[in-house]
T-cell receptor, first 113, second 111 residues
Framework: EPEVTQTPSHQVTQMGQEVILRCVPI?????FYWYRQILGQKVEFLVS????????KSEIFDDQFSVERPDGSNFTLKIRSTKLEDSAMYFC???????????FGAGTRLSVL | TQLLEQSPQFLSIQEGENLTVYCNSS?????LQWYRQEPGEGPVLLVT?????EVKKLKRLTFQFGDARKDSSLHITAAQPGDTGLYLC???????????FGTGTRLTIIP
């Protein structure tokens, strides 16, 4: 069964460093998303991406964040200068766009020290 | 800002009992999805409900979307230890792709 894959599963970084989280969405999907989940809190929307551009972003998604689809398969989230409060699970999701059914990856746990 | 409140936040019951988890909002959603999340993993879709009043069954799980599309419930019959996990509801709107997640219900079934 097709699935969304995310790498790495765990990323440890120093505060102020740049990180890139990678995702391979399901191949025939057209919409891509990033969400995050701080430990013990609910899943929060960060950004949606369609047709090679951001279609919606939340207040969390400030200038430190960027997304890119560098080729036909990868979808990346970059955090330019990580802060302690960026520590969270980051989930990538994709959908065909119909009925908003989104399929989630297993997540990347980002630990900022 | 749309909010989805789930209740109860924690639920621990004996194997074989029935239970209901609620997902409530003051906002209308065009669709509502239920996910289950295991520790260290991403949410896994269980069901999507779209029509007000819609009822969907998935084996021992029954999902209902409220008539006004502001609330939903998940009912589990004869709970089993394998049902243990975090259950999340998430709402979506037409023309708005993001999902708004609920606060979650952590369910523990005691053998």
């Amino acid at each position: 069964e097709p699935e969304v894959t995310q790498t790495p599963s765990h990323q440890v970084t120093q505060m102020g460093q740049e990180v890139i989280l990678r995702c391979v969405p399901i191949s025939n999907h057209l919409y891509f998303y990033w969400y995050r989940q701080i430990l013990g809190q609910k899943v929060e929307f960060l950004v949606s991406f369609y047709n090679n551009e951001i279609s919606e972003k939340s207040e969390i998604f400030d200038d430190q964040f960027s997304v890119e689809r560098p080729d036909g398969s990868n979808f990346t989230l970059k955090i330019r200068s990580t802060k302690l409060e960026d520590s969270a699970m980051y989930f990538c999701a994709s959908s065909t766009g119909q009925k908003n059914i989104q399929y989630f990856g297993a997540g990347t746990r980002l630990s900022v020290l | 800002t749309q909010l989805l409140e789930q209740s109860p936040q924690f639920l621990s019951i004996q194997e074989g009992e029935n239970l209901t988890v609620y997902c409530n909002s003051s906002s209308v959603f065009s669709s509502l999805q239920w996910y289950r999340q295991e520790p260290g993993e991403g949410p896994v879709l269980l069901v999507t409900v779209v029509t007000g009043g819609e009822v969907k069954k998935l084996k021992r799980l029954t999902f209902q979307f409220g008539d006004a599309r502001k609330d939903s419930s998940l009912h589990i019959t004869a709970a089993q230890p394998g049902d243990t996990g975090l259950y999340l509801c998430a709402g979506a709107n037409f023309g708005n792709e993001k999902l708004t997640f609920g606060t979650g219900t952590r369910l523990t079934i005691i053998p």
